[in-house]
């Protein structure tokens, strides 16, 4: 997974 | 997108729809904890701060931009324009001690020690407890007008279904993400109470009142 993590939830 | 994910977003939206209408069709927050709604505001500001560095889609976007302009149109709402109808006293909850210990944790437990990661993990942690005013504030009245419980179904439903995606993301997509499973069980669990007295009650026409 990136660092810098990308949220795709709500 | 699976559809525990987007039936869990359509029932917070209704959630926050109902609670609108709610306050706007009877020109009255009574009953309602403003302070929970504080709490929301700040939950979707420090969540959807990503609007301004990442795009994912355009029902993503529209929906972040709906849940926090909800939010700021619910507390003006409780504290401006019907103010004079807002039960402060009944809605006593001492918000300082939901805050500053989920703020702490938000600091030492999370993904990556960034700013705007440590205000998402913030956000997940301060959503799961921001009810509880409501709930406080519900319990020390001993009643709930039926749309209020509406509202707290809806509400309560949204976490629940997202437990579901979660369990599917991570069969079908190898994916998840520990800190939003665990403050959303914890979330789920505070609705436990309250759907049994839904189920019991409200779903048989009585109102929800709970006994002296």
């Known amino acids: ?10 | 997108m699976n559809i525990f994910r987007l039936t869990g977003d359509l029932s917070h939206l209704a959630a926050i729809i109902i609670l609108l209408l709610k306050i706007w069709k009877s020109r009255s927050c009574a009953g309602i904890s403003g302070k929970s709604q504080i709490l929301f505001a700040i939950v979707f500001t420090a969540r959807y701060l990503d609007l301004l560095t990442s795009f994912i889609s355009v029902y993503n976007t529209s929906m972040k931009v709906i849940y926090i302009g909800c939010a700021y149109a619910t507390v003006y709402l409780i504290y401006a324009k019907f103010r004079a109808t807002y039960d402060g006293n009944h809605d006593s909850f001492r918000v300082e001690f939901l805050v500053v210990p989920v703020g702490g944790l938000a600091v030492l437990i999370n993904h990556t020690f960034s700013p705007l990661e440590i205000l998402w993990t913030f956000s997940i942690y301060l959503e799961s407890v921001a009810i509880l005013p409501q709930l406080f504030m519900i319990s020390k009245t001993g009643e709930a007008e039926t749309i209020t419980t509406h509202y707290l179904f809806c509400l309560g439903m949204y976490r629940t279904l997202y437990l579901f995606n979660w369990v599917w993301r991570f069969y079908f997509e190898g994916f998840f993400d520990m800190i939003a499973i665990v403050a959303g069980l914890v979330q789920t669990v505070l609705y436990c109470d309250f759907f049994y007295l839904y189920v019991t009650k409200v779903l048989k026409g009585k109102k929800l009142s709970l006994p002296a």
Request: negative net charge; glycine residues 0%.
């Open chain 1, 1 to 10: 997974q990136d660092l810098e993590e990308q949220h795709d939830e709500l």
